[in-house]
């Protein structure tokens, strides 16, 4: 049995969702179009792309022929399509949460046996990962985003959630 398994790796997967959906929920709408630099996406793709990205991961994981190789640039497309897709504010909070939940309950379905699989990289470096560090990725991706919505907030003068509760924790 693995000291950190598929019910640890959805409960922290949930605890990051939460965290960026209110990051979503703190942004007013009329600044989800707000891009911080010309040729990046808005605060809505970025959201939406946070939001549906673990599809990604899904679909390496969970491809019933091994020894075919997984379409990325066919899968980074079809993602960057979803996320440019024009949504209301309320959409995306919705996105963020049934995608989210999804995401959740498909990783907590996930055996130890298939956790610890070993996979080998196609490049090579490392030789090979284990299933449960590949999927940690998940959650790694979306917090390497977190941080960028976090840098949008200041910029719009918002003080991000963990900021302000970390402050009120010391008063």
């Known amino acids: 049995m693995m000291d950190y398994g598929a019910k640890d790796l959805a409960r922290s997967f949930r605890t990051v969702r939460a965290n960026t959906a209110q990051i979503?929920?703190?942004?007013?709408?009329?600044?989800?179009?707000?891009?911080?630099?010309?040729?990046?996406?808005?605060v809505g793709q970025l959201l939406a792309h946070i939001a549906i990205t673990y599809r990604l991961?899904?679909?390496?994981?969970?491809?019933?022929?091994?020894?075919?190789?997984?379409?990325?640039?066919?899968?980074?497309?079809?993602?960057?399509?979803?996320?440019?897709?024009?949504?209301?504010?309320?959409?995306?909070?919705?996105?963020?949460?049934t995608e989210g939940e999804k995401c959740a309950e498909w990783l907590q379905t996930l055996s130890d046996e298939f956790l610890a699989e070993r996979v080998d990289m196609p490049n090579g470096d490392p030789p090979s990962k284990s299933r449960l560090e590949m999927l940690m990725s998940i959650k790694?991706?979306?917090?390497?985003?977190?941080?960028?919505?976090?840098?949008?907030?200041?910029?719009?003068?918002?003080v991000p959630h963990l900021t302000r509760q970390r402050e009120a924790a010391r008063n």
Do not use: C, W
């Not at 994981?61 to 897709?85: G, M, N, R």
């Open 140 to 158: 790694e991706h979306e917090m390497h985003h977190r941080g960028q919505l976090m840098l949008i907030e200041r910029i719009l003068g918002i």
């Open 24 to 42: 979503a929920n703190d942004i007013p709408e009329d600044k989800y179009t707000f891009a911080p630099a010309d040729g990046t996406q808005t």
């Open 57 to 97: 991961f899904q679909a390496m994981h969970l491809q019933e022929d091994p020894s075919k190789p997984v379409d990325f640039q066919k899968l980074f497309a079809e993602i960057d399509a979803e996320a440019k897709k024009p949504r209301s504010k309320n959409d995306i909070l919705e996105l963020l949460n």
